[in-house]
C-alpha cells in the first residue's frame, strides 16, 4: 500500500516442526501432522494465508 515492492513471503514453516531445545511439545507451521499416521491437515492461519495472498 505504501509503494514497497514485496516479491515473495516466507512463512515460518510449511509443517510441524520443533525445536531442538523443547523436542516435539511445541507445534508450528501451517500444516498439522498426526505424529501417529503422519497424516498432514490444514491449519486455519493456512487458509488465512492463502487468502491473503491470493487478495494482495
Not at 505504501?2 to 511439545?25: A, C, R, S
Not at 498426526?34 to 492463502?50: F, G, N, P, V
Amino acid at each position: 500500500r505504501e509503494g514497497v515492492n514485496v516479491k515473495g513471503y516466507i512463512t515460518w514453516t510449511f509443517l510441524d516442526g520443533f525445536e531442538f531445545g523443547d523436542g516435539f511439545k511445541d507445534r508450528f507451521g501451517l500444516i498439522y501432522v498426526d505424529r501417529a499416521t503422519l497424516t498432514r491437515y490444514r491449519k486455519k492461519s493456512s487458509y488465512w494465508i492463502q487468502d491473503f495472498l491470493q487478495r494482495h
